[in-house]
């Protein structure tokens, strides 16, 4: 009973994989493959949060037609994604890679935070006390700190 409800399943996910767009597919199924888990890691433009495996704008398609000719041209994944995001920007990767922009981008709000907190924590520490005071203010603090407040 379990084993045939897995294979159900495995069948089930097989049919809506290969419903996607079959006229589109390429006929080497190690290309094809290839291409789906590119397909996985490149972001649809128009809905941004999907990849364009998921995703049925028609950019997507388009997409996918893209990353299809290249893997047919033989070329790597790392020249396609390059390709991708030289015309498309590193937008386009869903995982960018790592660079010193993508660094200072998502780490310059901590900076910016601990930077704070070191000027908060100066500027608290050279606040002025009594001895900066004028003689009348210094008499005057004095005075307030010996009454009582009861």
Not at 97 to 124: D, E, H
Request: aromatic share 6%.
């Amino acid at each position: 009973m379990r084993l045939a409800s897995i294979l159900a399943a495995v069948a089930g996910v097989l049919c809506i994989a290969a419903a996607a767009d079959p006229a589109d597919r390429l006929a080497d199924p190690a290309q094809e493959a290839r291409a789906r888990a590119i397909f996985t890691d490149v972001r649809c433009l128009v809905c941004q949060n999907e990849s364009i495996d998921d995703s049925e704008a028609e950019l997507a398609h388009d997409l996918r037609q893209i990353v299809r000719e290249q893997v047919r041209a033989g070329r790597t994944d790392a020249q396609i994604k390059r390709y991708l995001t030289d015309r498309y920007g590193e937008f386009v990767l869903l995982t960018p890679a790592f660079s010193w922009m993508n660094l200072a981008l998502w780490g310059g709000p901590f900076a910016v935070v601990i930077l704070g907190a070191g000027l908060l924590a100066t500027r608290l520490r050279n606040r002025s006390s009594v001895e900066d005071l004028s003689p009348e203010e210094a008499d005057r603090v004095r005075r307030l700190s010996q009454t009582d407040i009861t």
